[in-house]
T-cell receptor, first 118, second 113 residues
Framework: EPEVTQTPSHQVTQMGQEVILRCVPI?????FYWYRQILGQKVEFLVS????????KSEIFDDQFSVERPDGSNFTLKIRSTKLEDSAMYFC????????????????FGDGTRLSIL | DQQVKQNSPSLSVQEGRISILNCDYT??????FLWYKKYPAEGPTFLIS?????DKNEDGRFTVFLNKSAKHLSLHIVPSQPGDSAVYFC????????????FGQGTTLQVKP
């Protein structure tokens, strides 16, 4: 069964450094997402991406964050200047084209990247 | 932001019995609901979903019930198996929107042999 793949599985970075988290969504999917889960907290939405542009972003997704789909397969999340509070699990998700009208298609998640900021 | 709540952090059941996981929501705009299962060191795995035009959806051992008037949904697993032991997340979205999922806090299910 096709799956969403994320690399690296664990990233350790010094505070203030830039970090890029990489994702390869499922090949025929059109909608792409990033979520994060701080230890002990809920899974939180960061950003959704469709047709090569951001369709929605949360308050967490400030100017330090950006997303890109540089080619037909990769979907990346960049944090320009990391802070201690960016330490979390970051999950990429994708979902297929719409069924008829609406978004009745589940999102499929990767196994996440654990980001540790020192 | 408490739009989706799972009030039971944990649940323990005997193998073969029914597991019932509950979820409440406050946003009446939500019209598509999903359950995900998560093992340690893995991402959430989609289990089952339900649209607000239905009140029940069944897939094998898993059934989701939706009570729109009470803004409540539940996941029934029967019979429960030890391999079902995991964290279960309820999530909700507005289907005509960007697909953003709002998650509950999760319920840790332990199925004892």
């Amino acid at each position: 069964e096709p799956e969403v793949t994320q690399t690296p599985s664990h990233q350790v970075t010094q505070m203030g450094q830039e970090v890029i988290l990489r994702c390869v969504p499922i090949s025929n999917h059109l909608y792409f997402y990033w979520y994060r889960q701080i230890l002990g907290q809920k899974v939180e939405f960061l950003v959704s991406f469709y047709n090569n542009e951001i369709s929605e972003k949360s308050e967490i997704f400030d100017d330090q964050f950006s997303v890109e789909r540089p080619d037909g397969s990769n979907f990346t999340l960049k944090i320009r200047s990391t802070k201690l509070e960016d330490s979390a699990m970051y999950f990429c998700a994708s979902s297929p084209p719409l069924l008829d009208r609406g978004w009745n298609q589940p999102q499929h998640f990767g196994d996440g990247t654990r980001l540790s900021i020192l | 932001d408490q739009q989706v709540k799972q009030n039971s952090p944990s649940l323990s059941v005997q193998e073969g019995r029914i597991s019932i996981l509950n979820c409440d929501y406050t946003n009446s705009m939500f019209d598509y609901f999903l359950w995900y299962k998560k093992y340690p060191a893995e991402g959430p795995t989609f289990l089952i979903s339900i649209s607000s035009i239905k009140d029940k959806n069944e897939d094998g051992r898993f059934t989701v019930f939706l009570n729109k008037s009470a803004k409540h949904l539940s996941l029934h697993i029967v019979p429960s198996q030890p391999g079902d032991s995991a964290v279960y997340f309820c999530a909700a979205t507005v289907a005509s929107n960007t697909g953003k999922l709002i998650f509950g806090q999760g319920t840790t299910l332990q199925v004892k042999p």
